[in-house]
C-alpha cells in the first residue's frame, strides 16, 4: 500500500486515507474551531502525508509520523491566528469553580469536543497539547513560539474555563433528567 | 475538581475520538495531488529532464557548428569560392562539364583550383517556401457525491458532526474506487491528428571523400520548409509516462541552387538520355528531355555523351532557377512522453525513434512544388531510421478536447544516401512546430 502511495496509486492513497482519517479527524477536530475547519486541516494534512511520505523513515509508528503531521499543521494554521488576551477580556469571562465531579460524568464527548472547541485559540492549543498530547511548558513554548510562563498561564486559564463550562453544561443537563 | 481530573477528563473522552469525515474531504484531497505534480520529488525530476533536453539541444547545435566549420576549413571547398555573375556567357549558355573531363580534372588538385576560379558566382538563395481541468470532481466520480459548502457554515454544527456516512455516499465512493481500479485499455488512451509546418535541412557526418569532394555543396544548396501531418494514439503507462505510437507523412528535403534550367521554344526534345544533377543527396535524374540543365557555380550537371547541335543552343531559354528535391516518407514513431508539467496545461518532454519509409523522391524544378516533377533523386534507401525529441503542450478546449502544439526536432541515423554518387554521409534534420488536436477517451 506504501509502495503505491509513493507511486502516485490512487488506489492506495485512498487505503491509507480510508484506514486512518478517521483517528486524524478525531484530533484535528481537537485543534480546530468548528467542524470545517478541521476538514481544512485534514485535507491540508493529507495532501503533506502524500507528498511527504517517500521522507517517512519507518523509524516510528506510520501512524504517530500521519499524528504528528496533523498535529503540526493545526498548529501552522492557528499559530498565526493567536492573540494575547488582555486582562479586561480574562476579568470579563464568567468564571466560577464548583466541584461537581459526578455530574460532568455524564456529558458526552461530543459535548466535551465541543467545550474544547470554544476555547480561544491560545488556550485551545496549550490545553491540547499538555493535556492530551503529552509535551511540557517548555516544548510547548518552542513549538508556539512562546514563553513557557505564558504556556502555563495559557493552560491554568484553559483549565478554569473548562472547569466553568462543565459545570454549567453538568447542572443543565441534572436540571433536565 | 481539581487539575489532574480535568486533563484525565478530557484525555478520557477525546484522546481515541474517531469521526468519519465528511465523503468530499477525500475527494478535494486527490484533486490537490493531482495538481501538485510539480511539488516534492517531481521538481527535481522535472529540473533533471529540463537539464537533458538542454543539453540534447546544446550538444546537437554544437555538433552542426563544427561540421559548418570543418567544411568550411577544407582548402579545396575554400578555393572554391565562386567569382562573378558577370561570368556567364553572353550568349547565355553557360559551360556544362562533361563527366569524364570532370573526374579527369579532380585528380589535379591545382587544376581544380584554376577551373573553379573561372566559375561563376552562386545565385542568391531562392528558398522553397510551401506552403489538458477538471472540477473538484475527478472524471468518473457520479455526480451524486455531496461537496463541501462554506455558504452554509451552521449546517455542520457540532451536534451534526458525528454523522454517518449516507449509504448512497458510501456506494459512490465504493463505484468511484472500482472504476479506478478496472481503468481498461481504453481509458489510458489518447487519440489525435497533427499537422505541422516543418524547417528541413541535412547535415553531413562525413565529407565526401570521392569524385565529388570539391563540390562545395554546403553553399550550394539550402533549406526549404515543408509540411507533415499525422494520426497519433497515446496510451498513459502511469500518471507520468506515456508511449505514443502513429502514422505520419512527412515531408522533407532542400533546394539546390545554381542550376539554371533552358528549354527549346518548342518544347523539343534535345536528349535521347538524360542528364544527370549531382546533389549532396547523391543524383538527380532528369526526365524531362526537353530541358536542358546547366550549373551556374561548379560541376554539378553531367551531361549525357550526345552532341547538341550549336543553333539549337542558341535557340534555348532560360525557363527556371534552382530544384527542388523532396523527400516523401511514411512514418511509424514511437515515443515515450514523461510529464513535466500537469497543472491546467500539461507540459511533457518527450523522444523516440520513428521508423521512415520512402514514398516519394521527386524533384521539381525552381522552388515550386505545385507543379510536375520532371526528374527523381536516385539511390536513396528505402528504410531509414530517425530520433524524435521535443516537448508536447496540452491545452484543454473540452471536456475531453485537448489542443497540442508540440516543438519537435528530428535527426537521421543512418545515410539516406545508399548506392550510386559518393558525395558523403549526409543525415537529414527537420525542426517543426506539430499543432493538432486529441480526444482522451
Known sequence: ?177 | MDNQYIDNRFKEELQGLEVNPPVETWLDISDALDKSTLAGRNYVVMRAAAAIAVFVVAAFSLWMILFEQSFQDDPIVQQAAPVSMDAVPSTGIPQTVNSEMLLADLSQPAAIGNYQANLPQPLPVFNSVLPHNIQSFPPGVPNSLPRRSLTSPDSHNLSGNFQPLTDNAVSDVQMYLKSEENKSFFSNLNLGAHFALQYNYRAFANQSTGSYRSIPFNSLESQIYTFSAGLNATLALSSTWAIQTGLHLNNMGQFVEGILAYQHPEHKSLYNQNQIVVTSFGGVTVYDNSHHFSDQSSHRVLDPDEYLDPKILDALKKTDEGLTQVFQFLEIPVVFRYKLIGHHVDLHLKGGMTASYLLNRDVYMGSSIFQSPIGQTQGLRQFNFSVTGGFAMQVPIGSRLYLNLEPTAQLFLNPMVQDGLNTGTVLPYSFSLQTGVSYRF
Open chain 1, 1 to 177: 500500500m506504501i509502495k503505491g502511495c509513493l507511486q502516485g496509486r490512487k488506489t492506495d492513497q485512498y487505503r491509507l486515507y480510508a484506514l486512518y482519517s478517521k483517528k486524524m479527524f478525531g484530533v484535528c477536530l481537537r485543534y480546530a474551531a468548528n467542524y470545517e475547519e478541521a476538514q481544512d486541516v485534514l485535507q491540508d494534512g493529507f495532501i503533506k502525508v502524500f507528498q511527504n511520505l517517500s521522507s517517512f523513515k519507518w523509524k516510528g509508528s506510520l501512524e504517530g509520523w500521519i499524528r504528528r503531521i496533523m498535529v503540526n499543521t493545526a498548529i501552522e494554521k492557528y499559530r498565526g491566528k493567536m492573540y494575547h488576551l488582555s486582562m479586561e477580556e480574562i476579568a470579563n469571562e464568567e468564571i466560577s469553580i464548583n466541584n461537581h465531579h459526578q455530574a460532568t460524568d455524564i456529558l458526552h464527548a461530543k459535548d466535551i469536543l465541543a467545550l474544547v472547541q470554544k476555547l480561544p485559540v491560545q488556550y485551545r492549543l496549550v490545553f491540547n497539547l499538555y493535556a492530551l498530547e503529552g509535551f511540557s511548558h517548555k516544548e510547548i513554548g518552542d513549538i508556539l513560539k512562546i514563553s513557557e510562563s505564558t504556556s502555563r498561564s495559557n493552560l491554568t486559564r484553559a483549565r478554569m474555563i473548562l472547569k466553568d463550562k462543565l459545570n454549567k453544561e453538568s447542572e443543565v443537563l441534572l436540571r433536565v433528567i
